[in-house]
């Protein structure tokens, strides 16, 4: 149900029925809240004008006005006000003009011929309510609402016409108007193009930029991948110079170490010719075995020491058997042996035989 009240202001009766026993734990406009308002709004926009020429009596559309106030703004939501906004804007241009196609342009360059500019502070692009953003809606409702709102003659008007030549200076003005609002559109959007323009060289420029910063990173890092390059390659000539001295340092003490063993192999043969000389010496000095015992090949020779000791054992052993000792000796004359007693041949033990 719909109705106007006593401000002529719009009412909308909102009811809700369940079948019995069916019980819901949220009301349907508590859930849905912005379904709710954007629903009612429409109700509101599709009622008020009807509402308004049947309280009138002539049939006539009442002039429109903005249907909220600032405090109902602040519980909508930004598209609810934005529709609100517009309709109204719409409706309102309508009721004065006969048509809801409105001249923005016309608007933008001669505010003061469409809408009271004492009591509205409002300025409107040329191309309407498309560019408004956010807060700028709220901004502009409340001026709707304190302004257009109930008990006003609404928003848009028209100027009172002048007739005679004043009529034809209006329409002449008015003329011109047009003209230097069509001439202004046609600015802004040469300066749009203009801006469209600088806003892509810009961006070519930035890409050249962007792309000659990614050449110069390039450079600058095959520049860091030859420099490590050389380094690599400097510590490795280091390395080979290293390795070749190294390589030096161990040749020259394998070469000092094998002119010190052929030193001391020198040596080692000196000492080896020397002890052989007096080897041989001492082989010479050996006194003679008997006959009978030379044949013995198992018999070593004696040195004269151990001769001297050997017949020293023998003589004592024969006195104390009681034998009597040879009352002859030789001795061994030889320059190249030491002088001492030798034994007696075979003809000293036939003739000590035959004088026993």
């Known amino acids: 149900m719909a109705w106007l009240d006593e401000n002529n202001k719009a009412q909308l009766e909102w009811i809700e029925a369940l079948p019995t026993g069916v019980k819901v734990r949220q009301r349907f406009e508590d859930q849905y809240r912005e379904l709710t308002r954007d629903c009612l709004n429409a109700m509101y926009a599709w009622v008020e ?19 909220y106030s600032a405090e109902d703004l602040d519980d909508m939501s930004p598209n609810s006000v934005a529709q609100s906004i517009t309709t109204f ?20 360059s001669t505010p003061d011929q469409y809408y009271d500019t004492n009591k509205f502070d409002l300025l409107f692009d040329s191309d309407g309510l498309g560019k408004l953003k956010g807060a700028k809606w709220f901004t502009l409702g409340s001026a709707l609402a304190m302004g257009a709102g109930e008990g006003t003659p609404g928003f848009f008007r028209k100027v009172p016409a002048v007739v005679g030549e004043e009529e034809e200076e209006g329409a002449t003005a008015e003329a011109a108007r047009v ?28 890409a050249a930029r962007v792309k000659e910063a990614e050449t110069e990173a390039a450079q600058v890092k095959e520049a860091e991948a030859e420099a490590a ?70 018999r070593n020779r ?18 104390a058997r009681g034998k009597v000792k040879p009352s002859f000796e030789y001795v061994d004359t030889n320059p190249a042996k030491k002088p001492g007693v030798g034994k007696l041949g075979s003809l000293g033990r036939e003739l000590e035989f035959l004088r026993n």
Do not use: C, H
């Open 229 to 298: 390059w050389v380094k690599e390659a400097e510590a490795e000539v280091a390395r080979v110079k290293e390795a070749e001295a190294e390589a030096a340092r161990v040749k020259k003490q394998q070469v000092e170490e094998a002119a010190a063993r052929a030193k001391e192999a020198e040596v080692e043969a000196a000492r080896a010719k020397g002890r052989k000389g007096r080897k041989r010496k001492a082989e010479d000095e050996l006194v003679p075995e008997p006959e009978e015992e030379r044949r013995w090949p198992v």
């Open 49 to 67: 004008k009807p509402l308004q020429a049947a309280r009138d009596g002539s049939g006539e559309p009442a002039m429109p006005v903005f249907p």
């Open 302 to 319: 004696q040195t004269p020491q151990e001769a001297e000791r050997e017949r020293n054992q023998k003589a004592a052993e024969e006195a």
């Open 89 to 108: 804007l719409m409706k309102s241009y309508e009721a004065v003009f006969g048509t809801d196609n409105i001249p923005w342009a016309a608007i933008a």
């Open 179 to 206: 003209k230097e609002a069509e001439a202004e559109v046609a600015r802004v959007k040469e300066a749009e193009a203009e801006a469209a323009r600088v806003k892509q060289q810009q961006q070519m420029e930035e």
